[in-house]
């Protein structure tokens, strides 16, 4: 239970930076870093979260923005799933768990899947959406074993 306990907190995490960063004003976007982020334990980890969606938020490029918004979408539902399938594991649900754990690994393939399409993705979010995609897979395929001996 605890692995899923750290993949909820981290999807959850990764859902408060999107919408924190959908609000930030990015014209201050090296002095809201220089600003929060020091004050953090890992500071190094704060830039680098905090830096891609800033420079996401600023383009200019419309097939960007709708790209961006595409993933805004796929990432919320990713977390719903995920905090749905850690619900039906406390349940003892682990079929239905495994289901949707299975749609946040494709939610969040499918935003990952976006960055195949031109225009070329100039800040590092892609890199951010392919951790998120890997840790869904991996809580895709423990729920799916945990589900086999249940089926």
């Avoid at 899947?113 to 991996?138: G, H, T, V, Y």
Wanted: hydrophobic share 35%; glycine share 6%.
């Amino acid at each position: 239970m605890g692995v899923f306990s750290y993949v909820g907190f981290f999807l959850c995490c990764v859902l408060f930076f999107g919408v924190v960063l959908s609000h930030a004003d990015t014209t201050l976007q090296n002095d809201t870093i220089s600003t929060i982020c020091p004050n953090t334990s890992n500071p190094l980890l704060c830039w680098q979260m905090l830096k891609p969606g800033l420079e996401a938020k600023e383009t200019a490029n419309l097939e960007l923005k709708k790209r961006y918004s595409y993933c805004s979408k796929s990432i919320k539902s990713t977390v719903t799933d995920i905090e749905v399938a850690q619900e039906y594991m406390g349940y003892g649900s682990y079929i239905v768990a495994d289901l949707n754990t299975m749609g946040a690994f494709t939610d969040s393939g499918d935003c990952l899947n976006s960055f195949n399409q031109p225009p070329p993705e100039p800040s590092a979010l892609q890199k951010s959406i392919k951790n998120l995609n890997d840790i869904c897979e991996i809580a895709c395929h423990l729920t799916h074993f945990i589900a086999g001996d249940d089926a």
